[in-house]
């Protein structure tokens, strides 16, 4: 018995190192696997009015080219998205891509419209519930409109994404336009759309937020 368990002792020892080589190399692998990125988006992430590749979901793919982070983009913005054509869209876009992260920017066209705030929330959660389902993880991108309806609505509206993001435990951009909204000389004659200028400081609203999901240090 004890020479048995001596025998064992000195295996033991011998398949330890081998036991922790395994573990680093298996966590090193898990995380280079490449990634899927799909943002479902409206017209500021559909690059409206700008060259194709200016937009900061182009720019977010050059970035992580430079970076050698192993991700691809998949864009499924369309300009006019509603969160209502969006959650129609995004069960096949799920089935298709399998994303490992879902950026859901979403809800500036329904602000715009004056549609119901309620209907906006129910479509939002619907989505991040449903990509949680499939295993992604959620970046939610807040977004402001202008009082065209009211002070109360807007505050409602904005309110959306803070609420969904505490109650679907998920990160939230506060504010996608964030020092591009307010800089005339950075938005189109529309004065709604960036232009290519403004399209790096959104993705720099973006990028903290989005660093930790792939794994990366803030």
């Not at 001596?6 to 680093?24: C, N, Q, S, W």
């Not at 992430?45 to 983009?73: D, M």
Request: aromatic share 6%; with cysteine; proline share 6%.
């Amino acid at each position: 018995m004890q020479n048995n368990l001596e025998k064992y002792g000195t295996v033991m020892r011998l398949f330890r190192p081998l036991l922790a080589l395994f573990l680093i190399l298996f966590a090193t692998c898990a995380y280079s696997a490449s990634k899927t990125v799909l943002v479902l988006g409206d017209s500021l992430s559909a690059e409206y009015g700008i060259a194709r590749g200016a937009g900061w979901v182009a720019l977010l793919e050059k970035r992580f080219q430079s970076e050698k982070i192993n991700a691809r983009i998949v864009n499924a913005s369309i300009s006019g998205e509603t969160t209502s054509g969006g959650k129609a869209r995004l069960p096949a876009l799920l089935g298709q891509h399998h994303p490992d992260i879902v950026i859901l920017e979403l809800g500036g066209n329904d602000g715009l419209r004056g549609l119901p705030v309620s209907a906006t929330e129910a479509n939002l959660r619907a989505m991040i519930n449903e990509s949680k389902q499939s295993k992604a993880k959620v970046l939610l991108i807040g977004m402001q409109i202008p009082p065209n309806y009211g002070r109360e609505y807007a505050d409602r509206f904005s309110g959306v994404y803070r609420r969904l993001a505490r109650e679907g435990d998920v990160p939230l951009v506060p504010f996608l336009l964030e020092g591009v909204a307010d800089s005339p000389q950075l938005l189109q004659p529309d004065r709604i759309h960036p232009l290519a200028q403004g399209q790096s400081l959104m993705l720099n609203n973006v990028w903290p937020y989005l660093r930790p999901l792939l794994g990366l240090k803030r």
